[in-house]
């Protein structure tokens, strides 16, 4: 069974940064990918950001390039979402995405991942 545990969520005025984590449990992305979704209240949820484990390949939604950037650290089975230039709209509950196996024809989509957090809540306030 796979874990995926975030953290770094927080309160921050428009333009600050924050930094998410996800530590995956187990050593089984060697060929998978990890990614990041965000839901705001009344809103589906959509994707943020995501990562080829092996070969470091990124996506990024349109509303987010730029000022998001998405890594890796392939030791510690961990996944980073730097966010920069926050803006009140990033307001969400930011969750962890993984899987074990790339497809980049499903990179950007729900259905391209198997495992979820809980979610982390991140509040940018104007």
């Known amino acids: 069974q796979v874990q995926l545990v975030e953290s770094g969520g927080g309160l921050v005025q428009a333009g600050g940064s924050l930094r998410l984590s996800c530590a995956a449990s187990?050593?089984?992305?060697?060929?998978?990918?990890m990614g990041w979704f965000r839901q705001a209240p009344g809103k589906e949820r959509e994707f943020v950001a995501g990562?080829?484990?092996?070969?470091?390949?990124?996506y990024y939604a349109d509303s987010v390039k730029g000022r998001f950037t998405i890594s890796r650290d392939n030791a510690k089975n961990t996944v980073y979402l730097q966010m920069n230039s926050l803006k009140p709209e990033d307001t969400a509950v930011y969750y962890c995405?993984?899987?074990?196996?790339?497809?980049?024809?499903?990179?950007?989509?729900?259905?391209?991942?198997?495992?979820w957090g809980q979610g982390t809540q991140v509040t940018v306030s104007s």
């Open positions: 995405a993984a899987d074990r196996n790339f497809r980049s024809s499903s990179a950007m989509s729900q259905r391209g991942y198997a495992y």
């Open positions: 187990g050593r089984i992305f060697s060929t998978g990918i």
């Open positions: 990562i080829g484990w092996l070969g470091g390949t990124t």
